[in-house]
């Protein structure tokens, strides 16, 4: 079975240099089977050859075969330990699938899953520049999130205090990010009508912002009068 399964995956290559995506995800479903002897059905090689073949079905327009095949090396990634930052990644098919199919909610949602994972793979990671680069990653589609009106409040504040939370670990209390973050923060307790919360974030953006010579102070000063 090893030997087929190289040869399957050779031949899928071939396929996929000459843009035959249909013929390459034949052929990984060749492995796909192999894996799964193997291996098992909850192992991480078997959810990334359902992500390539998710790929494979994407790039011919197939979005729902698509979309099938990335949930389900999803629902095996989940119950892994240590897979986030390749959690991340297929929440990011998902969410572009979903795009793709036109239902917004869902690629939201999925987006902020991404996001959720991104987060966490920057806490597991020793590497603080690429910390970083996750933490970056999130935050984007955190921010993303934050402005659709189809989010709740309740997860909008959420995200906010997540972004407070891993932001001070990966960049420190007194920087030009966490001051960003504070002020994120005030506005968003300040738009929700709790006026005392949103003094407390913006007076802690400042302080941020002073220690550091960020280029948001005008900004929270504003926000403050």
């Not at 670990?169 to 300040?190: A, D, Q, R, T």
């Amino acid at each position: 079975d090893a030997p087929f399964a190289l040869i399957a995956s050779s031949k899928a290559y071939v396929y996929y240099k000459d843009e035959q995506y249909d013929l390459v995800a034949k052929e990984y479903l060749s492995v796909l089977e192999i894996e799964k002897k193997i291996f098992g059905e909850e192992n991480p090689a078997v959810a990334a050859s359902m992500v390539a073949i998710g790929v494979q079905y994407y790039n011919i327009s197939k979005f729902e075969e698509a979309l099938d095949w990335f949930l389900k090396g999803f629902s095996i990634l989940q119950k892994l330990p240590g897979k986030e930052y390749d959690l991340a990644q297929i929440c990011e098919n998902i969410s572009d699938t979903y795009e793709s199919i036109g239902d917004n909610e869902k690629r939201i949602a999925y987006k902020i899953k991404s996001a959720d994972s991104y987060m966490a793979a920057a806490l597991e990671q020793s590497d603080l520049d690429l910390a970083k680069k996750w933490y970056t990653n999130a935050n984007t589609y955190y921010d993303e999130a934050v402005l659709e009106k189809s989010v709740a409040v309740d997860e909008k504040m959420r995200i906010r205090q997540r972004q407070e939370e891993i932001c001070k670990i990966v960049y420190g209390e007194n920087s030009k990010e966490i001051s960003e973050i504070y002020n994120y923060l005030g506005v968003l307790y300040f738009n929700n009508g709790d006026k005392n919360n949103s003094l407390i974030y913006f007076q802690k953006a400042l302080a941020a912002a002073e220690q550091n010579n960020g280029d948001n102070r005008m900004t929270v000063l504003k926000n403050i009068s």
